[in-house]
């Protein structure tokens, strides 16, 4: 076997110390305990306001069509709560899954 030209070892060399630190940058950082609260809080938050709004919006559209005001805005209202509550629910059991 040749043996290997001293510029081809430095190179080598360089290329595994680069590699070492390319490693160490792209670990994944701790987010910190306020960073966390508030992406979790505005998470939670959205979750439960798009499901009412949604609710809403189809209660209200669901109401102009077969026109029976107020009524499917309230039961489609419960159900955008519902719907909320159980994505929050899961969002949390997913959240408490990564922790353990």
């Known amino acids: 076997m040749k043996k290997k030209p001293d510029d081809i070892k430095q190179i080598e060399t360089r290329i595994a110390n680069l590699q070492k630190k390319e490693q160490q940058v792209r670990k994944p950082k701790s987010e910190s305990e306020v960073v966390f609260a508030t992406t979790t809080g505005f998470r ?33 209202l419960f159900l955008g709560f519902a719907a909320g509550f159980l994505n929050v629910y899961r969002f949390v059991k997913s959240e408490e899954n990564k922790k353990e």
């Open 44 to 76: 939670v938050g959205t979750e439960l306001l798009s499901g009412v709004v949604v609710g809403a919006g189809l209660g209200y559209v669901a109401d102009m069509y077969f026109k029976t005001a107020p009524w499917c805005l309230i039961v489609f």
